[in-house]
T-cell receptor
């Protein structure tokens, strides 16, 4: 079945440092890829997504590129802020055309802590 | 516009008791999903409703779990009887109709933290 593997945390960075959170996936067909973020005390929010190979999703300074050849969707940000402290989840989804039902398959989540 | 709302936010129950979790999706969203995150592990799919019908319940762990969606609006997830391994955070999500490509955004609630002691 489909699966997502992401780097384990927690990750602790200083403010303005560069962030990379690795994510790789195993899936049949052509899934859509997502990064969700959970800030303390809140639900999951969609951070960005990419729906086909070589697409780049971006939002709030975060970026991730759908790399089919390496089955990866690494999350990056050039300069993190304290307010970016959260848990980040990589996920994929298969639509009805490929046998899925838009349900999400998640990785284990990576906790990020940004310090001053 | 109200987001996805889950009740209660926390629940602590004893092994063998019954607990019912509730989810109110975003109005107009036909798709409703339940997920669960056991401590430190990945968030796992439990089941998917389209309106009042169960579209996919392949992730339900066993028959102690019963999900319903009355009239295609809110949904409940009942655990009876609860076991220690049922502890975790239960998330509900809703989305609009998906065109079939699997790229429709899902909106999540804050989750219900269930602790079985």
């Amino acid at each position: 079945g489909d699966s997502v593997t992401q780097m384990e945390g927690p990750v602790t960075l200083s403010e303005e440092a560069f962030l990379t959170i690795n994510c790789t996936y195993t899936a049949t067909g052509y899934p859509s890829l997502f990064w969700y973020v959970q800030y303390p005390g809140e639900g999951l929010q969609l951070l960005l997504k990419a729906t086909k190979a070589d697409d780049k999703g971006s939002n709030k300074g975060f970026e991730a590129t759908y790399r089919k050849e390496t089955t990866s969707f690494h999350l990056e940000k050039g300069s993190v802020q304290v307010s970016d402290s959260a848990v980040y989840f990589c996920a994929l989804s298969q639509g009805a055309f490929t046998g899925g039902g838009n349900k999400l398959t998640f990785g284990t989540g990576t906790q990020l802590k940004v310090e001053l | 516009e109200a987001g996805v709302t889950q009740f209660p936010s926390h629940s602590v129950i004893e092994k063998g008791q019954t607990v019912t979790l509730r989810c109110d999706p975003i109005s107009g969203h036909d798709n409703l999903y339940w997920y669960r995150r056991v401590m430190g592990k990945e968030i796992k799919f439990l089941l998917h409703f389209v309106k009042e019908s169960k579209q996919d319940e392949s992730g339900m762990p066993n028959n102690r779990f019963l999900a319903e969606r009355t009239g295609g609006t809110y949904s409940t997830l009942k655990v009876q009887p609860a076991e220690l391994e049922d502890s975790g955070v239960y998330f509900c999500a809703s989305s609009q109709e998906d065109a079939g490509w699997g790229n429709t955004e899902a909106f999540f609630g804050q989750g219900t933290r269930l602790t079985v002691v």
